[in-house]
Nanobody, 133 residues
Framework: EVQLVESGGGLVQAGGSLRLSCATS????????IGWFRQAPGKERAGVSC????????YYTDSVKGRFTIFSDSAKNTVYLQMNNLKPEDTGVYYC??????????????????????????WGKGTLVTVSS
């Protein structure tokens, strides 16, 4: 059974830091791109960051570039999202996702328009991050 379990969310003041974890099981970790997405209250789910399976290349959306860092620990089959200098607009439910296609993950991350957007292979259930001003 495939599982993606997020943890590390919580309440933090603006300027603070949190580290989210996405613990995975049930698939070959090295063969999957892992991404972080978030959904703010009343808004659609949006990409945050991802790490490609082919070469470990990392990607970030503009709103988090320079503040967030994604990294993985293959020994633990876990991907982390280190979030620094948090802002109230970072508030939301953070989800991790896994997909066997790096290009599809990047397409989802940047919400690119493609002729046929296929769903992510797997999603976690999310962890809530609240940043107070």
């Amino acid at each position: 059974e495939v599982q993606l379990v997020e943890s590390g969310g919580g309440l933090v003041q603006a300027g603070g830091s949190l580290r989210l974890s996405c613990a995975t099981s049930g698939f070959i970790f090295e063969d999957y791109a892992i991404g972080w997405f978030r959904q703010a209250p009343g808004k659609e789910r949006a990409g945050v960051s991802c790490i490609a399976s082919a070469d470990g290349k990392t990607y970030y959306t503009d709103s988090v570039k320079g503040r967030f860092t994604i990294f993985s620990d293959s020994a633990k089959n876990t991907v982390y999202l280190q979030m620094n200098n948090l802002k109230p607009e970072d508030t939301g439910v953070y989800y991790c996702a896994a997909d066997s296609e790096d290009l599809k993950m990047v397409t989802w991350l940047y919400n690119l328009t493609v002729p046929r957007k296929l769903p992510m292979d797997y999603w976690g259930k999310g962890t809530l991050v609240t940043v107070s001003s």
